[in-house]
């Protein structure tokens, strides 16, 4: 018994220098390490370098262009030519402005639906019905929108040039009704109900339940617990679906080129044929401009629209990490 | 026995019946209907007094729900207060909302099947599949023409572009999730920003460093499955990533502890774990690409032609073969238009269904994670359905 005693005493005191904790890396494991690092190393030199790419493509426009890229309308290819996209910057916003003003409301009243008003089975199916709106490709909402919608969007368009035109968005515009930005806008908006309607949905189901049950159980009625409870908890993160609702909306591109008649001019009519958004000028100009400075111009015209999709993405992940980190 | 004897005798029966939470009752279906009905009666004589027709229905639809909600709003808040106004009129709010969403979904997805019908299951049911569009310009009436070769082109430039973006995508949410190291920073910054990036981008970048230097002769399907691997790849690398994080530490502590060299645990127990879900990531990635119409209409050239070749020549691929249909022969090809449509719409939903099956699909080895992993991908399928 002592001698066994005294051998692990012994033992102990061979050991007891500190060793360090991480064993060195075999080699396989260090290959291993190196394959991966090369794979994330090619995906973001992939990517710099398209960017760069874009950016020395576009470079020499904005040069000679200067701020009038940015500030006139006038699309006349050549070389030099003459490159201008306000009217098309300005009904990219315009369309998107539009989706989301009535998206919103709507993606916002199917969010709380799913959440707070229907039960059960019917709540999943919901749930499934809008994941399947959002599964349709955009090109077959072009379609159905400049076949089907555009026309029924034409009467109601009339009525409104006709007795409410005190409101300046109504007045009667040059061209003819319907293929509008108005008419794009509202198939964008459905395009991108599916998003908002999941991100807020998300958002607002973070919200403890225990003070939801609360807000009722003190008596408050259920409008009264999503004000008081569920808005102040959620804001932030419904903001930010809206906004990534937004950044989709502005770099829609197959919706706007097949209804849109497009004129790259801007105007306030919105409710009238005319106008142009920037993805309907790439696709519109991409084989007629030729291989020289027109394909730069669209390059700028590309990088702009990404900038601004770009701003407004990050601006709302943001918000909306801020949101969950809340919760 | 104190708080019975100070009950009123007749109340106790009453009392005690449990109290049901929702009830129609005839009362709340008449403080709905007889606004409504008021409403449309007024707004109906309005109409009338004006001159303005039944040509103007919409604007009929919109002036009745105005003066509905008013109605409604006012009788309510009249008989129970302004609260119980409120709550019903949110409540009226939420079920137009999502009544309006649901009906248009309907209404597309309604209008596609019953058009689309015709060529792809009707009267072109077997040679829609089995022909392409070389004879499509010919006035023959017999002259079989169909998709085929479009869909042969969606099939092969969706599949390349998967075969070079699913091992680098997952490789780097691999390194990402794993063992992140210097890249790591810059790869999300560069993967966020790409996500965001409107596809037509894509397909423009591809048409001038591919298509333009060849003299035009570069339109293939190998270009339009270099900008559709543009777009996919930062999809699937964060969807992967977000489904490896899923995978428990604890599982990975074990396997080291255990002894296993690091790339054992990733390849033996991460991977394995987050098979189903990683399945997922990349079917996803698919589905959002097949659908994406804008780079491949400036990359693919299109062709009527069945051209197998994806790596020489134009070729056709489903959205831009639709889209050339609409814009180039009208209403002739309506029937090639809407069947072509449906038939995309049916290869993008196979493959979200398929996804989501995947997704909520049960291995043994770690039915807790497959249960988180389930309810997480129910929310990044549509989330990443919906970024350009």
Known sequence: MTTTGVGAASAVEVDDSPRAIHSPRSRPDTLFRGLLFCCAALVVVLIAAIMLFLAQRAWPVLRTSGLQFFT???????????????????????????????AFPISLATALAINEYVPGVARRVLIMLIDLLAAVPSLVYGLWGVVVFD?????????????????????????????????????????????????????????????????????????????????????????????LGLGRALGETMAVTLILSITGSATSHILFAGGGTVPALIVDWYSQVG??????ALTLAGLTLFALTLGVNVVARMIVSRAGKMA | MTLVTERPPGDVAT??????????????????VIPAVAAACLVGVAFALAGLGTGAWMGFVICWSVVFVINYGVATAKRHGALVAKDRLARLWVVAGSLIALSVLAWILGYVLLNGWY??????????????????????????????????GTLEQVGLATLVTTPLAV??????????????????????????????????????????????????GLAAAMSIAIIMMPTVIRTSEEVLRLVPGTLREAALSLGAPERRMVLKVVLPTARAGLVTAVILGVARAAGET???????????????????????????????????????????????????????????????????????????????????????????????
């Open chain 2, 119 to 152: 060529a792809a299951f009707g009267h072109e049911f077997p040679s829609f599949w089995t022909h392409d569009f070389s004879k499509g310009g010919v006035l023959d009436t017999k002259a079989r023409i169909g998709a085929l070769h479009a869909i042969v």
């Open chain 2, 171 to 220: 490789l780097a949410a691999v390194y990402l999730n794993e063992m992140p190291g210097k890249l790591a920073v810059p790869l999300r910054v560069v993967v966020d920003a790409m996500s965001g990036m409107p596809s037509v981008i894509a397909g423009l970048f591809i048409f001038i460093i591919w298509v333009v230097p060849r003299k035009l002769d570069g339109f293939s």
């Open chain 1, 151 to 243: 026309n029924l969007v034409n009467g109601p368009t009339i009525w409104l040039t006709k007795y409410a035109d005190f409101f300046p968005l109504f007045r009667p515009g040059p061209g003819k009704v319907g293929r509008s930005l108005f008419v794009c806008g509202l198939v964008v908006a459905v395009m991108v109900t599916p998003i908002i309607t999941s991100v807020s949905r998300e958002v607002m189901s973070q919200t403890p339940r225990e003070q939801c049950e609360g807000a009722l159980a003190l008596g408050g009625t259920k409008w009264g617990m999503i004000t008081d409870v569920i808005m102040p908890f959620a804001r932030n993160g419904i903001i930010g679906a809206a906004l």
């Open chain 2, 15 to 32: 009392a005690d019946v449990p109290r049901r939470l929702s009830v129609i009752t005839v009362a709340a279906v008449a403080e709905l």
């Open chain 1, 72 to 102: 006139t309308s006038v699309w006349r290819p050549g070389n030099p030519g003459q490159y201008g996209i306000l009217g098309d910057l300005l009904g990219t916003v315009t369309v998107a402005l539009v989706a989301l003003v009535v």
């Open chain 1, 291 to 296: 291989p020289g400075r027109g394909l730069d």
């Open chain 2, 294 to 388: 804008a780079p491949v209409l400036l990359t693919a050239g299109g062709s009527p032609r069945l051209n197998l070749n994806p790596l020489s020549g134009p070729q056709a691929d489903l959205p831009q073969q639709v889209y050339s249909w609409y814009g180039t022969a009208g209403p002739a090809s309506l029937h090639e238009t809407w069947g072509g449509a449906l038939v995309l719409i049916l290869v993008v939903l196979t493959l979200f269904v398929l996804a989501r099956m995947l997704g909520s699909g049960r291995s043994n080895r770690a039915r807790n994670t497959q249960r988180r992993l389930k309810a997480r991908l129910k929310f990044l399928t549509i989330r990443r359905s919906s970024q350009a």
